[in-house]
């Protein structure tokens, strides 16, 4: 896959609600089991491992942060 990835925040705001009762339709900050729940998902649906480093993963606090660390990572894995 080049170029961007076709993962958005709406894609991760729905793989949060399948672990969570939060209301899907509001930003919202994440904790580490969320973020961990995530990079499987994430794993799965690109059928790829996600080395993210330690610098990446604080900077996740948000849906935002993590669509963000996501798209560069796996942008970067499709480039390299």
């Known amino acids: 896959m080049a ?3 076709d993962l958005g925040r ?3 705001v729905a793989m949060l609600a399948q672990l969570t009762d ?3 339709d509001l930003p919202e900050r994440i904790g ?4 961990a729940w995530l990079v ?3 794993e799965q649906r690109y059928d790829r491992q ?3 480093t330690d610098d990446q993963l ?3 606090r948000t849906v935002d942060d993590a669509l963000a660390v996501f798209q560069t990572v796996l942008t970067t ?3 390299g």
Do not use: F, I
């Open 32 to 35: 580490s089991m969320e973020l």
């Open 22 to 24: 939060r209301p899907t």
């Open 10 to 12: 709406a894609d991760l």
């Open 50 to 52: 996600l080395d993210l």
């Open 40 to 42: 499987h998902l994430v």
């Open 77 to 79: 894995a499709a480039d």
């Open 58 to 60: 604080a900077r996740v």
């Open 3 to 5: 170029g961007q990835p």
